[in-house]
């Protein structure tokens, strides 16, 4: 495979790994120890926050109260379509039984979590989007008990269009709470004296690694990072769009990838050439935000063949993927890898991100390549079930024994014998060789 890179990048998504893990291992030792003392500490230090951790309903109102009709719609807008297209993923999980050879019926039941916990981060932005992703999923996937939690913004309380998305997408407890200290409450129990089955939501690297680190004690949906996007693009891609799609996620931060695959050398020209003058047209924080992604994530590969860009996508396993190139349905067909695809020039990121309705809680750092993002197969359980007759224990028993005695599992086989001799009194069975003491 020839790829030739027209930039390369001297930092990849993992780079950051080991800096945030130390920190965040110390955290969580130090929450496990004090709990919300310890948690209020880290509140008051990292983001200046000593006020309330769980919002009164009063206090919502209040600060809500004053949010423009406009603005509300157009949440409420957004809200729906996430939730209408999260019920649909509901409504594709079956419950099913079946009758099995040998006289066994199984089924499958799909049941919700409890309870669950949704962070929306809001270090550098309000992430009013984030808000509904992650609550409204959880509604459609009929969860009872939603707690949702959100950073105070740039020293302040809750950005009150990040309140309004929680509570507009069905948020039973808000907490004004950030980072890691945020995900242990939920994780814990912190505050609300109920322990979230699973928490979810993305967020920056302490934010990330914080949930990869509780994994276990909760479920988590996916490792959603830094965002990261990647275009495919071929000579018939618009260079202008592609820049701008590719400048349009480096905002996110220092550690947001963006990637160009092409195999055009004229375009891949022309978009390294724009960028730049893009982000120089950028107000403050995101112009220092994208300069950074882009100079040290920043990528531009250049292959032969549209099977070679393929596979570097692949291997990439970028968290956004748009393809800008023609014959979508052999790019859909062949792409395996991917947080979200956007097929065609009129697919934005950016419509993903905010409104158009499939999720944007996306796995980053390679983790498309066994997951895909938030849905509400994240907050379902597939749980199975099985009942038996008499009759299917004849069979069923048998085999059951000689099984477990091949594998040296002797309690387990004189289970199967127990019912052997109960339900067929004085018939003989080939149950396997019995061990005795
Ligand atoms: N993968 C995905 O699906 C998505 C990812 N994102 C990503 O979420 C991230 C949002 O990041 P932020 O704006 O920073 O908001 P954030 O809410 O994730 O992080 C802010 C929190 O980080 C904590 N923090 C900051 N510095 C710290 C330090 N040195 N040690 C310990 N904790 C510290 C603070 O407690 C603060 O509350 C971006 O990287 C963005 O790309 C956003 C949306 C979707
Ligand atoms: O990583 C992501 O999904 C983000 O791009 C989502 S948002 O732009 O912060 O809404
Ligand atoms: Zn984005």
Redesign the pocket.
């Known amino acids: 495979m020839t790829i030739e890179y027209l930039k390369k990048a001297d930092k990849t998504p993992e780079t950051e790994t080991g800096t ?1 893990r130390a ?2 291992d110390e ?1 969580l030792t130090d929450i496990r120890a004090r709990g919300e003392a310890a948690v209020r500490e ?2 008051s230090k ?2 200046k926050w000593t006020g309330e951790i769980v919002m009164s309903d009063a206090q919502i109102n209040q600060a809500t109260r004053d949010i423009p009709v406009s603005i509300k719609k157009d949440i409420e807008f957004a809200v729906r379509q996430v939730y209408d297209f999260a019920v649909r993923q509901r409504e594709s999980i079956e419950e099913f039984s079946v009758a099995l050879p040998g006289g066994v019926t199984a089924g499958q039941r799909v049941l919700p979590v409890n309870v669950v916990g949704c ?7 309000a ?1 009013i ?2 808000a509904y ?1 992650g609550v409204a999923t959880a509604k459609a996937a009929g969860v009872k008990n939603i707690i949702a939690c ?3 913004f740039r020293g302040g309380a809750m950005h009150p269009y990040v309140l309004y998305a929680f509570r507009t997408a069905g948020a039973d407890t808000i907490m004004t ?6 995900i242990a409450s939920m994780a814990f129990g912190l505050f609300t004296g109920t322990a979230a089955d699973v928490v979810v ?8 690694e914080a949930k990869r680190s509780l994994f276990g004690q909760v479920g988590i949906d ?7 996007v990647a275009v495919i693009a071929d000579e018939t891609a618009d260079p202008e769009i592609v820049a701008s799609d590719l400048v349009g ?1 480096a905002e ?2 220092h ?2 990838p963006a990637w160009l695959f092409t195999t055009s050398r004229v375009l891949a020209q022309k978009v390294a050439e724009r960028i730049p003058q893009l982000i120089e047209q950028l107000p403050g924080i995101a112009r220092e935000a994208a300069t950074a992604a882009w100079r040290d994530y920043g990528e531009i590969i250049i292959c032969d063949t549209r099977e070679e860009v393929v596979e570097v996508s692949d291997r990439y396993a970028s ?1 956004h993927l748009e393809v800008q190139a023609r014959d979508l349905d052999w790019w859909l067909e062949r792409l395996t890898c991917y ?1 979200s695809l956007f097929l065609g020039e009129e697919s934005t990121v950016a419509f993903g ?1 905010k409104c158009s309705g499939p ?6 750092k390679g983790a498309a390549r066994y997951s895909g ?2 849905s509400v197969h994240k907050f379902m359980k597939t749980l199975t079930w099985q009942r038996m007759s008499k009759d299917a224990v004849r069979q069923i028993g048998q085999v059951t024994a000689r099984i477990s005695r091949l594998e040296g599992m002797e309690a387990h086989a004189r289970t199967a014998d127990d019912r052997l001799a109960k339900y067929f009194p004085g018939e003989t069975f080939d149950a396997g060789e019995a061990v005795t003491v």
Request: glycine share 16%; no cysteine; aromatic share 8%.
């Open positions: 945030a920190v965040v955290m880290y509140a990292l983001d962070y929306a981060p809001a270090g550098r932005y992430h989007a984030s992703m959100s950073s105070p709470l950030g980072g890691v200290q945020a939501g993305p967020g920056n690297k302490f934010v990330a996916v490792f959603a990072g830094p965002s990261e996620q996110h931060g550690e947001s968290e947080g991100d999720n944007h809680v996306l796995p980053t993002g938030l």
